[in-house]
């Protein structure tokens, strides 16, 4: 992406980042990486894994490469970002409107909640 720095210079970059934030954007599941005010994190491979869909083309045996899987896949994204939204507004008074793998998202002299738990719960 591209990102304008403070000074107002453009840089190419998947990262935006100030002094105080660093969010890789490449690494974003929901939400503006440009206008948030409250940032969670998940393990995006543990809440994939816990999707229906995932477990379901597992237990038939499709393998990656085969033509089966990349429609399983999608369902397993499919069902993974509406868990993410869900948790994301389940507390209308203090929504999370930014969720990224953990990592993506460091707030210096921050914790960015981890939400992993809470998504698969919704699963």
Not at 77 to 84: D, G, L, S, Y
Not at 90 to 97: A, V
Not at 109 to 123: I, R
């Given at each position: 992406?591209?990102?304008?720095?403070?000074?107002?210079?453009?840089?190419?970059?998947s990262e935006v980042q100030d002094e105080k934030v660093k969010i890789d954007t490449s690494r974003i599941y929901?939400?503006?990486h440009n206008a948030w005010t409250r940032?969670?994190?998940?393990d995006g491979s543990k809440v994939l894994k816990a999707t229906t869909a995932w477990k379901d083309m597992h237990s038939k045996g499709i393998k990656k490469g085969s033509?089966?899987?990349?429609?399983?896949?999608?369902?397993a994204?499919?069902?993974?970002?509406?868990?993410?939204?869900k948790v994301a507004k389940?507390?209308?008074?203090?929504?999370?409107?930014l969720v990224g793998e953990v990592g993506a998202i460091v707030i210096k002299?921050?914790?960015?909640?981890?939400?992993?738990?809470?998504?698969?719960?919704?699963?």
């Open positions: 992406g591209v990102a304008e720095t403070g000074a107002g210079a453009f840089v190419r970059s929901y939400g503006n940032a969670g994190v998940i033509p089966e899987y990349d429609i399983y896949k999608h369902r994204q499919k069902e993974m970002r509406a868990a993410i939204e389940s507390d209308p008074n203090r929504p999370y409107d002299g921050s914790v960015v909640p981890d939400l992993t738990a809470d998504v698969v719960s919704e699963l």
